[in-house]
């Protein structure tokens, strides 16, 4: 398998999460998002959305969108589970992995954001006021209410919800978003940072970190 990603980007974290948990290996080819490599035509015959991850299975078949992905990976190798096989659990985990995917990440993504800066002209200030305004109003105040149990947000391993905070959590920081009133959060992302699978997926630890 081969993973396309950027260091830094939470959607394709969010896999590397995902493939260290169930013990599969990807090889990593960097896409520079800042460059543009991610609209170019080779990429775009990947992925139409211009948008990494993307997981190149070793028949060639490509598949797209994080939490597709990570459904497929949970599918292909079923331990340890990501998405619990209880109806009422898999519902919550995934509200939570939706919450951040769908409601709080389109927000903050790179070509919003670049679209806040170079067509509608508002500086660096402004943008990161977005970001933080987003990520937490509605977004992290909210899914720390949605969290259920300790160490992880269901108990005593992680889910989806878990491999899909982790990277929101580091947006979080890396756009100064203040988190000191989210205990719950705060506590979830300590438990994950003792685990080897969320250590080694830190943008840090990738050919491209910067
Ligand atoms: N819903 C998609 C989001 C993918 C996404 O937005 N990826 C970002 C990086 S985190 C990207 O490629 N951005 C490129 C751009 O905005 O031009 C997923 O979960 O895979």
Known sequence: MKLYGYFRSSA???VRIALNLKG???EYAPVHLVRGEQRQAGFLAKNPQGLVPVLELDDGSLLTQSLAIIEYLDALQPEPRLIPTDALLAAKVRAIALAIACDIHPLNNLRVLDYLK???HHGR???GAWVRHWLLKGGLDSIEHMI???PFCFGASPTL???CLIPQIFNARRFAAP???LPKIKA???ACAELPAFRAAHPSQHSDAE
């Open 12 to 14: 394709a974290y969010r």
């Open 24 to 26: 599969l290996a990807a």
């Open 118 to 120: 170079n067509e509608l």
């Open 125 to 127: 200030e402004d943008v």
């Open 148 to 150: 259920e149990s300790a």
């Open 161 to 163: 919800a878990d491999v």
């Open 179 to 181: 988190l000191e009133h």
């Open 188 to 190: 979830v992302e300590a």
